[in-house]
């Protein structure tokens, strides 16, 4: 009699109400935002690391191993077109790659490899280009940070929101508006970080 009260206690018990989620945020805004912040906060901490160990362990050797110079950019249109144009061609990698990864979404061993290997390119390019410029500031100090001032921060947030299209694609196809936001987003910033590149200089 006791089991029948509580079975009947179950069925008569409201469900838990589905998470609200709020309007605005219906395309899911919210957490290509998180995305991109995590993506963002993530590669300068890799920046960081990479500048502490080099200044630290080895300044004098990735001098001679990088060889940069800071000979600056002609204040002209055309630098900044090239300038935008080479990072949007970077980009464009991440960019191929979500087609790729949605395209290998599906189960299966094999396309689940082909998943993990193409997330491998990704996380090897991400980690070279930060270990570079982190090495860069560990290596010339004061010198290189003003080479990567003011463009440096804006170019970067370009670079995560393209790593975060990537990610949001691989756990799932995000609406059509994120991934238009994402892409006009990270166009948006190399932009203006081609122009701050080009005509302001520390």
Same mark, same amino acid.
Request: glycine share 10%.
């Given at each position: 009699?006791?089991?029948?009260?509580?079975?009947?206690?179950?069925?008569?018990?409201? %469900? =838990?109400? $589905? @998470? /609200?989620?709020? #309007?605005?945020? !219906?395309?899911?805004? +919210?957490g290509a935002v998180r995305m991109t912040a995590v993506a963002f906060g993530g590669v300068l901490v890799l920046v960081t690391l990479a500048a502490i160990a080099t200044r630290i362990g080895f300044a004098a050797g990735a001098r001679r191993l990088l060889g940069f110079g800071f000979g600056g950019v002609s204040p002209t249109f055309g630098s900044a077109a090239e300038?935008?144009?080479?990072?949007?061609?970077?980009?464009?990698?991440?960019?191929?790659?979500?087609?790729?990864?949605?395209?290998?979404? %599906? =189960?299966? $061993? @094999? /396309?689940?490899? #082909?998943?993990? !290997?193409?997330?491998? +390119?990704?996380?090897?390019?991400?980690?070279?280009?930060?270990?570079?410029?982190?090495?860069?500031?560990?290596?010339?100090?004061?010198?290189?940070?003003?080479?990567?001032?003011?463009?440096?921060?804006?170019?970067?947030?370009?670079?995560?929101?393209?790593?975060?299209?990537?990610?949001?694609?691989?756990?799932?196809?995000?609406?059509?508006?994120?991934?238009?936001?994402?892409?006009?987003?990270?166009?948006?910033?190399?932009?203006?970080?081609?122009?701050?590149?080009?005509?302001?200089?520390?």
């Open positions: 009699m006791g089991r029948e009260r509580m079975a009947a206690a179950d069925v008569t018990r409201p %469900a =838990a109400p $589905a @998470p /609200r989620v709020p #309007a605005w945020d !219906a395309d899911g805004s +919210l300038i935008f144009l080479n990072n949007a061609g970077l980009a464009l990698v991440a960019f191929v790659a979500c087609v790729l990864a949605h395209a290998v979404g %599906a =189960a299966g $061993a @094999p /396309r689940r490899r #082909a998943g993990l !290997a193409i997330d491998a +390119l990704i996380a090897v390019a991400v980690l070279r280009s930060a270990l570079v410029v982190g090495a860069g500031i560990g290596a010339y100090g004061s010198r290189m940070v003003r080479s990567v001032l003011p463009d440096g921060p804006v170019e970067l947030l370009g670079y995560a929101q393209a790593l975060a299209l990537y990610v949001l694609v691989r756990r799932g196809q995000p609406a059509r508006a994120t991934i238009v936001r994402l892409i006009g987003g990270a166009l948006a910033a190399f932009a203006v970080a081609a122009l701050l590149e080009t005509y302001v200089q520390l």
